[in-house]
């Protein structure tokens, strides 16, 4: 008897037990941080700018922002007033503030919607503001929660906010435009060096070492209603399908913006740039274009994988960096060079593709000593390998810097000759 | 004894193993950074697994003179019994602020990265319920779903490590001892408390089903979270470079979100499932021992009278003296690096030192194990 009322009060007890943790279940779907969906504003650029209201300075953050599926077919408030008709899904929406996360919260003066920036891939800065200095920029970055380090730092001439307005040609979002194109850069055409806000504040905090991002220009596109795209034979599709292109501002990707500390003091050109990935290891694939037996360029190297290695060597005074650089690759086009698959002409060839780079680098060199930024972390190189010697004179680095001696050797080598092997003769 | 649970020596290892990386995995290249840069690997590698080995050799000769009771209970034995009493009371203040330690720390983590809106008392008083149940069912429970812990543990962190190895560079780890040694036995003392929490092996000796291997176990302990702790700090010192990680909070947080392989983003959730289910082992143990020495100091037969007590100390502890991340960085780098060796080494090699003198051991008990 006792046993069975025993019984029946654990069954009991396991029916509460049951409706209990099921009454907690109801707990679990939300929490005091909950962050819905149709709550947020995903955001995939970020743009800062300095301004001035009132002779004091702000902050202008500009955030392009991913429009909601349901707004798509609405009004025609896109970016920069256009977008709808081309597929472009985002719009740019900026604040001002005194702060950067004083703009971020001052955005929702504005937005009925929570700023997200987990999704934030791409961080422009405009050219006034890093003049200025991107400390505070990056110090806002890194302290944010929700801002990855592999977010990408760029720099763009003019304001951050026209840059995000400009249009994207290829890819849905602006910010997914100029991600793929740094991302290819490397690879494809080694000409505009790549940052994320790691390597940015790496090279910011490290000693010996200064920041280089991408730079972003924008242009508007020379292609609709030129001639020489009108005359084309090929140019069907252009003429005809979507008709001309649009007359908007689009991107590039090229070169770099060199740092001082964190203020932007100048820029590299592309074949600077160039020099720079040559030296730093970075630079993955691209055509270097060589003058055989002409004064004109006319055959087209294409490099590979390209390694390079520094050695610092110190005469007295004089720090000097013997930087080798070498890399295998392909020739890939040549008109009337006349390269025959010899021992004497690939040899000659290999002389010149490793004049020309010697040459890129060497202006890299030239620039970045002139803008006095250490932008190949040669004064890191010492500090790593000579540890004594920096101690000497890395609270001088600066100034000593543009009085090194840069050396360059680059050793190439022709692998292949694409699908031919002798040039075609033309009669 | 109090409980009659039984834990093999693997369990042991593992349990002391997960009781000090469970907390120290995520912080510590940036806490050694700090004082030692491009060298901290070899900080948990050489100087603390010294001091660790100390404390393992020490704590086991005493608890092997009393191999069948637990380190409160035969305190009064060896310091007589008023000295005993204050310092069984000493420990278990010891053991309650621990856990209030570990409980902010660990809910400051969520709370900072994650949960922001979340008051942080909803998060100590979820992980301290969990903690407490497997107080509640004894120190077999916790040492059994420890393995499981462990496992997991382990997994995810060689994963998140593996994926990361691609920003890896040997460049960042350069110059060795640029300073010297000095620094590196500097921040030797930021983290030795942790390597120290291997003494458990007091309060955990009894419930041995193998005695003989305490001390090769407790050394294993330590020599193996030297090894994971120093491995730990080299890659993130090789990814991010040391002058990068001092100024992060949580540097395998950040390093855990600087992976990005293909689609594989986003895998700090891994780093909050491991940090939590560490975190609720370590809770667990520490309010364990908490209960078990207040048992035995004010001699009842059954700890459980004492989880709750124990449990509501530490979360008001927790709320008022560690309330902020000011006052947990105070207490780290301030007196908080001595305090816990006091009851490491300090006062477990003076009980030592008497127990020989005045050789006091349990005669009977050593010969049954």
């Not at chain 2, 069912?137 to 994926?163: K, P």
């Amino acid at each position: 008897m006792l046993k069975r009322r025993k019984l029946r009060l654990k069954i009991i007890i396991n029916i509460f037990a049951c409706l209990f943790l099921a009454a907690a279940l109801l707990l679990t779907g939300g929490c005091w941080d909950r962050r819905e969906i149709q709550d947020l504003s995903i955001n995939t650029g970020l743009g800062i700018d300095r301004i001035y209201v009132d002779g004091k300075p702000q902050f202008l953050l500009s955030t392009l922002t991913v429009r909601p599926a349901g707004m798509q077919q609405g009004g025609g408030m896109g970016s920069g007033g256009a977008g709808q008709e081309d597929g472009c899904n985002d719009e740019v929406i900026s604040s001002t503030g005194e702060t950067i996360y004083d703009a971020v919260r001052n955005w929702n003066l504005r937005s009925s919607r929570q700023l997200y920036l987990s999704h934030t891939l791409v961080l422009v800065i405009g050219e006034e503001m890093a003049r200025e200095g991107i400390g505070e920029v990056l110090e806002f970055a890194r302290r944010h929660r929700d801002v990855r380090l592999s977010m990408h730092v760029v720099v763009c001439r003019g304001t951050a906010r026209d840059a995000l307005q400009a249009w994207s040609e290829f890819e849905a979002n602006a910010a997914v435009e100029i991600t793929k194109a740094i991302h290819q850069n490397l690879p494809r055409v080694a000409k505009a060096v790549e940052a994320d806000l790691f390597r940015v504040t790496y090279d910011l905090v490290n000693p010996g070492i200064e920041p280089v991002v991408s730079r972003l220009v924008l242009f508007t596109p020379p292609e609709a209603g030129h001639p020489a795209r009108q005359g084309d034979a090929a140019g069907s599709s252009a003429t005809e399908g979507r008709g001309a292109q649009p007359q908007n501002k689009v991107y590039a990707v090229s070169g770099a913006a060199v740092f001082r500390g964190d203020r932007l003091v100048g820029w590299l050109e592309e074949e600077e740039s160039q020099g720079l990935l040559f030296m730093t290891r970075k630079a993955l694939g691209g055509i270097i274009p060589v003058a055989y037996d002409s004064r004109h360029r006319n055959a087209s190297f294409h490099f590979r994988a390209t390694k390079s290695s520094v050695k610092p060597v110190i005469e007295g005074n004089q720090i000097i960096f013997e930087v080798k650089v070498c890399g295998g690759g392909q020739l890939l086009e040549q008109k009337n060079a006349l390269i025959d698959i010899n021992e004497r002409d690939i040899k000659k060839l290999e002389a010149l593709i490793n004049r020309e780079v010697e040459r890129r680098c060497l202006m890299a060199a030239a620039k970045s000593r002139k803008l006095e930024a250490d932008v190949f972390g040669f004064g890191n190189c010492i500090h790593r390998t000579m540890p004594e010697y920096w101690k000497q004179i890395g609270g001088r680095w600066r100034e000593i810097y543009p009085t090194v001696q840069v050396q360059v050797k680059a050793d190439f080598l022709v692998e292949h000759t694409g699908l031919m092997s002798e040039p075609l003769e033309f009669r | 004894m109090p409980e009659h649970g039984r834990i093999s020596s693997v369990q042991l290892f593992l349990l002391l193993y997960i009781t000090e990386i469970s907390t120290t995995f995520l912080i510590i290249p940036g806490v050694l950074a700090k004082e030692a840069g491009t060298d901290s690997w070899l900080v948990s590698l050489v100087p603390v697994t010294v001091y660790g080995l100390a404390v393992a050799l020490v704590c086991v000769s005493l608890a092997g003179r009393f191999p069948n009771q637990v380190f409160t209970e035969y305190l009064p034995r060896v310091a007589g019994r008023w000295p005993g009493k204050i310092l069984a009371a000493a420990y278990i203040f010891f053991f309650v602020h621990v856990a209030a330690v570990i409980l902010s720390q660990g809910a400051n983590y969520i709370h900072t990265a994650f949960l922001r809106e979340t008051p942080l008392l909803a998060i100590e008083l979820l992980l301290l319920s969990v903690a407490v149940y497997g107080v509640y069912l004894g120190i077999e429970v916790i040492a059994r779903q420890n393995t499981l812990v462990f496992a997991l543990f382990m997994f995810s962190l060689l994963l998140l490590v593996t994926f990361v190895l691609e920003h890896f560079s040997f460049k960042n780890l350069l110059p060795v001892l640029e300073n010297g040694m000095f620094p590196v036995l500097k921040a030797s003392a930021l983290i030795i408390s942790w390597r120290g929490e291997v003494f458990f092996i007091l309060m955990l000796y009894p419930y041995l089903n193998r005695k003989q291997e305490a001390l090769r176990t407790a050394s294993g302990v330590v020599v193996f979270s030297g090894i994971s702790q120093s491995a730990i700090t080299l890659v993130a010192t090789g990814v991010f470079g040391a002058a990068l990680l001092p100024n992060m909070v949580f540097s395998i947080h950040e390093l855990v979100r600087y992976i990005s392989i293909g689609f594989l983003e986003r895998m700090e959730v891994f780093i909050v499932v491991i940090w939590v289910a560490g975190l609720i082992v370590k809770l667990a143990i520490f309010i364990h021992a908490a209960s078990t020495a207040a048992a035995h100091t004010l001699g009842l037969k059954n700890y459980r009278w004492f989880i709750v007590p124990a449990t509501l100390a530490a979360l008001v502890l927790s709320e008022t003296i560690f309330r902020t991340s000011l006052q947990q960085h105070e207490f780290f780098t301030g007196m908080g690096r001595y305090y816990a060796s006091i009851f490491q080494l300090l006062l477990p090699g003076l009980l030592l030192f008497t127990a020989v003198i005045r050789k006091r051991r349990d005669r009977a008990g050593a010969e049954k194990t």
